[in-house]
């Protein structure tokens, strides 16, 4: 299988830094592509206030595998954002993609709206209007992702640098947030993806 191309896809608020260590133990075998998203990275900043939705993520991702179109489908591996944008590749362009691993994909579409009301309940506690403070970022909206992911006091326990990362980054991480818990493709979509599809998820995450 030496060749084939892995696409990395990382989480919001991250970088493709995230798949550092995964990407060199795939390195011999396998060609790694790991973009920074919109907004991160090399990709360079998104501007405050500016709007961006998911699809442009999306449409990015789309046109790196396009570049090589002699090169096969690609095996794609998704972090949380990056998972969703994973699973909505596969349904929009089925040609491009080998397989699927995903770690806890943000696909809020599949919860159905009496089964699974608790869960959405708890959906509703995100806030979905942006203030931004003194110091040009919302921290009380990321305050609350942060600790809705995390508990309660995790932003608190957060290394002030990495703080400041989320601060930089947080208008887009909020763009994401908002454009993805719209989305409402279901469990039948879903189900149409045909390619060999892995879905892990951590025992105390919500």
Do not use: C
């Amino acid at each position: 299988m030496t060749g084939q191309r892995v696409l990395m896809v990382h989480s919001g608020g991250f970088t493709s830094r995230q798949w550092r260590k995964l990407g060199e133990a795939l390195a011999p075998d396998y060609r790694v592509l790991a973009p920074d998203l919109l907004g991160y990275g090399e990709s360079g900043p998104w501007p405050d206030g500016q709007p961006v939705h998911f699809r442009q993520d999306l449409a990015l991702l789309e046109s790196l595998l396009d570049r090589e179109p002699d090169a096969g489908p690609a095996h794609l591996v998704g972090h949380s954002y990056g998972g969703f944008l994973a699973l909505k590749l596969a349904l929009a362009r089925p040609e491009l993609v080998r397989s699927i691993a995903a770690y806890e994909p943000v696909a809020f579409g599949i919860l159905d709206d009496v089964e699974d009301a608790e869960a959405r309940s708890a959906l509703d506690l995100v806030r979905t209007e942006w203030t931004p403070d003194a110091s040009g970022s919302d921290e009380a909206w990321l305050r609350g992702f942060v600790d809705w992911w995390n508990g309660p006091g995790a932003w608190d326990h957060l290394a002030e640098e990495t703080r400041a990362s989320f601060r930089a980054l947080g208008w887009k991480v909020f763009q994401e947030v908002i454009s993805l818990a719209a989305d409402r493709t279901d469990r039948a979509t879903y189900a149409t993806i045909a390619v060999p599809t892995l879905l892990l998820a951590g025992a105390n995450s919500p």
